[in-house]
């Protein structure tokens, strides 16, 4: 084995360097608007921005989201970023400065007494002020204008950098100043030459460089003057060099124009210049953002560097390309074969070796070495070759038949174990032992471990223990299933069997037999059910590959697991695993495993040590009365500041907000999470494109709680809040309940009031009425006996006598002594029967059309069944209308023209009474009467219709009488009577 050991070391010191990125590339196929990236910056908040031949862009580590002239930009063509504390963006271009609040564009052009400034570079101060380094004068912005500060000593500017307090570095001819007080103060002289760049490095020194690839790096004392010392620069086709710093915890990385270099405390580490195949001018910017990536600007792109847990070795030095078994042999090394070849792998990279090992007739997808120096290769058609300590190789016969199978091996006490078909072989030194259990007849054995306790097989139909010289199967822990067992693993009480289709068996052993504990599948989170190989880190964390790839699963209790998944993020390349097998460095704690793309190593201790918790910002508050109403144009509320206070008026109370995640590396795993107290019990998980819709909130104080969350490795961001008030409208207000309360009071007060009130006034309603009957009855009566009736009627009895008529006299007497009779008996009573009076109209009419000398005519239209039947009405009510109807519209038509009729029927409770006549009507009447007696006034009818309105008070008076024009000429009344 130390001669095994001696030959593989002899190959480590012409190795090539291993990656140890990640490597992204982002171009216009991912949302940029030009390849071509000048600048990148990293605000506040968290967001990555970028400046190309095409504006700006923000990215949160999934989407682009671009600004151009389109959009406000004063300049396409944009060199460097500022923020300001209140977070608004700087943005230089050229001779002018944009700023950016998120929303709009204001513009400042920069000029000095009249001749434009071209500005290179911006800064923030310690005291929050925005400074503008232009190429020969130092300003500063101020409100909505810029200010410039005189340089006295002519001094030319190109880059400027802050320290950790805040103070202002200026690197120009000459060398560095601070700026202080508006004055250049010097700190590091640099006669004759002009500092391009600045940078205050992890080590404590300022990091400077200079034209003609000069790199300087000195201690920084901020009040103290300092001088350079040179840094070294490695040989090579680097170009210019030096145009750009920046660092991150740990290492200074110096941009060139064909990728950058690395250093330490000082010491060139390694020149990182592979990442693309484009001989030119490539670097315009390098930044490190607050997650560790390495972000570099160049002519054809934004690359992303993230540092990561793992070396990659890719298979450009293997042969056949794809990887199968593999062994550790000594600290930090490692021998595998491709199916055909062998190799050694180191972190320093990969050689061939054993190239006088005889060609076997098919793949070799297994080897074993042992610490006695013995090495065996096995195949599946061609058997076994080993190599003895002396360097030379026996194809060694076994088993029946032309083939063989021999592709899995165990080591154990000195013996080498080594599956085949139909059973399984022991070898020691060159001495091998046959095992072929019945139970394995046409079985091929694909996995095995042997330890003290354990004796396990895995076989492409089910899992075996051997127990003395038996086999107990499990076919019973996949529910009697055949299963493929692709490989088997012990740490401690668990043994972990990988299978094809079935995912990763986890068993304990208990008194020497396996106990089922789980079985992870692709439903727990593994990346695939096919599952390759399997391992126990030095921290307990189980590893396994699949045919989807890498995870790692932690025990997080008795029953729980948690599983994490690997890609190229993460540096897992995206690599068929069908054949790869884990291996641990009992040394480093390293792991190892072939895939077709080459070697992976891992080191699970960087891996726990490189998770980069998510951001959460909250991105903007869309304020709608009804997310329905499409034509509604929403109030917005840009950039809400977390742990902030917003009153939301009641009319707007369906919220939008717009949750934005940063992750600048994996932010395709994120999710949203939200918690709004006042309303949810929990947290909510949010849409994927993190905009949440509150809709209709009641009025009151809510906190909203939101969160990102990593499912990659199962990070959650720092918990931000806002806190909203939804006002309450003015009817849910508490003056509004007291002014409800109240005035419900004084309503009920008012009502009880109102009835009282009533109930007096009926009672002297009714007083009143009994007052208002008995005037009515003597107001009727003198209605009847009108004055005039009786003096007309007087005047025709002494006419007719005069005349000698004495027949005429005797009758008319006759029937005004009858009229006179009825109208006294019907003055005592309030209701009367209804033909007495029709009775009592009919003697009237008939004494009018005698004493008038037949100069109008008459007739009654009497429903049939009021003839005969007994209905009562009250009195003395018609002969009123009747009159009239008879002096003011029948006497002014030529004599025999005039006609009155009077009609009955029943409606109901009330008789309706109709007094038609053909007389001039009522216009001309009036017009002879005011004419004849300009102040006469006739009272009967209005006296009448009181009456009537007392008997029926709770029918209008509109509807008891109504008088109307006929369209022929005359007149109509229409009586409401009730009856009695």
């Not at 202002?168 to 006669?191: A, C, H, Q, W």
């Not at 750009?244 to 270099?261: E, K």
């Not at 008012?750 to 007083?767: G, V």
């Not at 009123?880 to 002096?887: C, H, L, W």
Request: glycine share 8%.
């Amino acid at each position: 084995m130390k001669k095994l050991l001696l030959l593989f070391s002899l190959f480590l010191s012409i190795f090539t360097d291993a990656q140890e990125y990640a490597i992204r590339h982002f171009t216009i196929s991912d949302g940029l608007p030009s390849g071509n990236i000048i600048q990148v910056y990293q605000d506040r908040k968290g967001f990555l921005w970028v400046s190309s031949l095409a504006g700006i862009s923000r990215f949160d580590g999934k989407n682009f989201v671009n600004y151009s002239l389109e959009d406000g930009l004063p300049f396409s063509y944009n060199a460097d970023f500022c923020e300001d504390l209140n977070g608004n963006l700087y943005v230089q271009y050229g001779d002018g400065v944009a700023r950016f609040n998120g929303l709009t564009f204001q513009n400042y052009v920069s000029s000095y007494e009249g001749v434009p400034v071209y500005v290179k570079a911006l800064i923030r101060d310690k005291d929050g002020q925005v400074l503008v380094i232009g190429r020969d004068i130092i300003g500063a912005i101020s409100g909505d204008s810029m200010i410039f500060y005189p340089n006295k000593d002519k001094k030319l500017f190109y880059c400027a950098a802050t320290d950790s307090a805040g103070n202002v570095l200026i690197g120009g001819s000459g060398g560095v100043y601070r700026f202080k007080n508006k004055v250049l103060v010097p700190i590091i002289d640099e006669p004759n030459e002009r500092v391009q760049s600045l940078l205050l490095g992890p080590d404590g020194y300022l990091w400077y460089g200079m034209l003609h690839n000069k790199l300087k790096r000195a201690p920084y004392q901020p009040e103290v003057k300092i001088t350079g010392e040179n840094v070294d620069i490695p040989d090579g086709d680097l170009g210019f060099i030096a145009a750009f710093l920046t660092c991150d915890s740990s290492y200074v990385f110096v941009g060139t124009q064909h990728g950058f270099l690395i250093y330490e405390n000082g010491h060139y580490i390694k020149w990182l210049n592979n990442f693309t195949k484009i001989p030119s001018d490539m670097v315009n910017s390098i930044k490190v953002d607050r997650e560790g990536n390495l972000w570099v600007g160049s002519l054809f792109g934004l690359w992303r560097f993230r540092r990561t847990f793992t070396l990659n070795f890719p298979n450009d030095s293997i042969r056949a390309k794809n990887v199968y078994g593999c062994r550790i042999i000594a600290p930090d090394s490692l021998l595998f074969t491709d199916g055909f070849y062998q190799y050694a792998a180191s972190s320093k990279g990969i050689k061939e070796i054993f190239k006088d090992k005889p060609v076997q007739g098919s793949e070799i997808p297994d080897i074993c070495f042992t610490p006695e120096g013995y090495a065996y290769f096995g195949s599946s058609l061609t058997g076994l070759v080993i190599r003895y300590p002396d360097g030379h190789y026996e194809n060694k016969k076994f088993g029946k038949g032309p083939f063989y199978r021999c592709d899995v091996f165990d080591y154990h006490k000195g013996k080498v174990y080594m599956g085949s078909s139909h059973g399984y072989y022991v070898w020691d030194k060159d001495q091998y032992t046959e095992f072929l259990h019945k139970e394995l007849h046409t079985k091929n054995i694909l996995g095995m471990w042997v330890d003290d306790e354990v004796f396990l097989l895995g076989t492409n139909q089910e899992l075996y223990q051997k127990v003395g010289d038996s086999l107990i199967d499990y076919r019973s822990f996949f529910g009697n299933k055949a299963v493929v067992i692709e490989s088997l693993y012990r740490k401690g009480e668990y043994v972990y069997a990988c299978t094809k289709g079935l995912g990763l068996l986890i068993a304990r052993i208990e008194n020497g037999r396996l106990k089922k504990d789980t079985i992870l599948t692709s439903k727990s989170g593994l990346p695939s059910n096919y599952v390759q190989s399997s391992i126990v880190d030095q921290q307990g964390q189980i590893w396994v590959s699949t045919l989807g790839g890498i995870a790692k699963i932690v025990r997080a209790g008795s029953a729980a697991y948690y599983i994490k998944s690997f890609n190229e993020n993460q540096g897992v390349p995206d690599a068929f695993w069908e054949y790869g097998r884990f291996e641990i460095d009992t040394s480093t704690g390293k792991l190892w495993i072939g895939n077709s793309e080459g070697i992976l190593c891992i080191d699970p201790r960087l891996e726990s040590k490189n998770v980069s918790p998510p951001i959460i910002q909250f991105d903007a508050i869309y304020l709608h009365n009804d997310f329905e109403d499409v034509t509604e144009i929403p109030q917005l509320i840009y950039n809400p500041q977390p742990d902030s206070l917003y009153h939301v008026p009641f009319s707007l109370n369906s919220l939008q907000i717009h949750l934005k995640g940063i992750l600048l590396s994996g932010a395709e795993n994120l999710e949203y999470w939200f918690h709004l107290e006042g309303m949810n019990k929990e947290w909510m998980k949010a849409p994927d494109n993190g905009i949440l819709n509150l809709g209709n909130l009641p009025p009151g104080e809510y906190t909203l709680m939101a969160a990102a969350y990593n499912r990659a490795n199962k990070a959650y961001s720092e918990k931000k809040s806002l806190h909203i008030i939804i006002a309450r409208p003015f009817w849910m207000s508490t003056w509004f309940y007291i002014s409800i309360i109240s005035l419900f009071l004084i309503l009920v007060s008012s009502y009880f009031r109102w009835k009282m009130a009533s109930a007096f006034k009926k009672q002297n309603a009714a007083m009143e009425v009994t007052r208002q009957l008995s005037e009515s009855r003597y107001l009727a009566f003198q209605a009847r006996m009108n004055p005039h009736f009786i003096f007309n009627s007087l005047n025709a009895i002494q006419y007719f006598i005069t005349q000698n008529d004495k027949k005429s006299s005797l009758i008319y007497l006759s029937k005004f002594a009858r009229l006179l009779r009825l109208v006294l008996d019907h003055t005592k009573a309030l209701k009367v029967p209804l033909n007495e009076e029709i009775q009592m109209l009919s003697r009237y009419l008939e004494m009018e059309s005698m004493r008038f000398d037949g100069h109008f005519s008459y007739s009654f239209d009497i429903e049939d069944s009021l003839r005969i039947s007994q209905i009562e009405i009250p009195g003395m009510l018609l002969q009123p209308f009747v009159e009239n109807a008879i002096i003011h519209g029948l006497l002014h038509l030529e004599t025999g023209e005039g006609h009155l009729t009077i009609g009955m029927r029943r409606e109901g409770e009330f008789i309706i009474c109709t007094i038609v006549d053909n007389g001039i009507g009522r216009e001309k009447s009036a017009s002879i009467n005011s004419q004849r007696k300009p102040n006469h006034k006739s009272y009967g009818m209005e006296i009448a219709a009181n009456r009537l309105q007392l008997i029926s008070e709770e029918t209008p008076i509109e509807e008891l009488v109504q008088v109307t024009d006929n369209e022929t000429g005359g007149t109509t009344v229409r009586l409401k009577l009730p009856i009695l």
